[in-house]
């Protein structure tokens, strides 16, 4: 499998790691606009690079590209490469606006290739793990699911506030562990650092089949933290995406001895069980289910298609309206591909 990468930024740099080791592939090239970006990947790769994504597709011809560019940039690159007939992974979120979305997603269709959309999240083992526990019906119906995503501020970012950078995430492991629809969104947002776009979110989600998601998000933490918790009529779950842990709180029957605990905690206590699995780096399973993908195998992994990416902009719009800040226009950065891309997902 031929693959290229656009964007040389931090995600991008990940990708060419990645793609690099993996097996049945070749890197053909690396883009980007930002000459020091390019001279920062030639140091690690023997692969070609190129001074943008048009000279990589016309010279390099690659069958699938990954697209790591600033989020204002997306649909257009996306929209070059499926042009180019080449299959895609583009970095969550799937593009700035729904309209440019759904431009992405009508094109792919009509040119038959693969689009899927680098929500991260869902290949996380831990993740994985998670999501068969409540397949598995482990949990019961699920009741409410809290996201906390916090980490420094980006200076890097500059076209999209944490809804679209980080909040994503968690859009789309609401949607992907309930199966349901978003009804509905109430939200609210602070920019505490003088930019135009938040880098504070605390909101609430209404889902289809009677689920609660609750987000708390932002750029403001001086650690990075990633956790989430899930709570279903039989039980709760709690995931930290860091460490790769899951650990699973069920209902239990044993009586708590001590008296003083018994009147703290109730008169049971709830079985805890650490789930035991590999843990893999997600970039690398991640890519691993795409190229396994695009050469008809099964990848093991269900991967957010453009439909899936949609919705999740659409889900994140819904979120930006009821947080009543204007929407602000994208427009051109100085900066290159690389210049806005963050290692903070």
């Known amino acids: 499998m031929r693959v290229g990468i656009i964007g040389a930024g931090s995600m991008g740099r990940n990708h060419i790691r990645v793609c690099s080791r993996l097996p049945g592939v070749q890197l053909v090239g690396v883009a ?27 010279i390099a011809r690659p069958d699938a590209v990954c697209v790591a560019v600033p989020t204002f940039r997306h649909a257009a690159v996306a929209l070059e490469a499926i042009a180019a007939g080449c299959h895609l992974l583009i970095e969550k979120p799937l593009a700035s606006t729904v309209a440019e979305g759904k431009a992405v997603v009508t094109a792919a269709r009509r040119k038959g290739v693969e689009l899927c959309v680098g929500h991260i999240e869902r290949c996380n083992p831990a993740v994985l793990m998670l999501k068969e526990a409540v397949s598995n019906g482990q949990l019961g119906s699920l009741l409410q699911i809290h996201a906390r995503r916090w980490s420094p501020f980006p200076e890097r970012i500059t076209d999209v506030g944490v809804v679209h950078d980080l909040a994503t995430h968690d859009i789309d492991i609401m949607l992907f562990l309930t199966e349901s629809r978003l009804l509905h969104a109430s939200a609210e947002m602070h920019s505490c650092h003088g930019s135009p776009h938040e880098d504070l979110l605390s909101a609430v989600l209404r889902f289809e089949n009677g689920a609660i998601g609750t987000l708390d998000i932002n750029w403001l933490s001086p650690c990075k933290v990633r956790e989430l918790a899930v709570l279903g009529d039989a039980g709760l779950a709690r995931v930290n995406y860091l460490t790769q842990e899951v650990d699973l709180f069920l209902a239990s029957d044993v009586e708590v001895g001590w008296e003083v605990l018994r009147i703290l905690e109730g008169s049971t206590e709830a079985r805890m069980v650490r789930l035991q699995f590999r843990r893999r780096e997600p970039l690398e399973v991640e890519l691993e289910a795409f190229v396994s993908k695009l050469d008809g195998g099964s990848p093991g992994v269900r991967l957010a298609t453009g439909e899936d990416g949609l919705v999740v902009l659409e889900a994140a719009e819904q979120i930006l309206r009821a947080g009543g800040r204007p929407k602000v226009e994208q427009g051109e950065s100085e900066t290159g591909e690389a210049g806005n891309r963050s290692d903070a997902s």
């Open 32 to 58: 980007d606009v930002d000459p020091r970006a390019l001279v920062e990947a030639g140091r690690y790769i023997q692969a070609p690079l190129f001074p943008d994504a048009s000279q990589l597709l016309r």
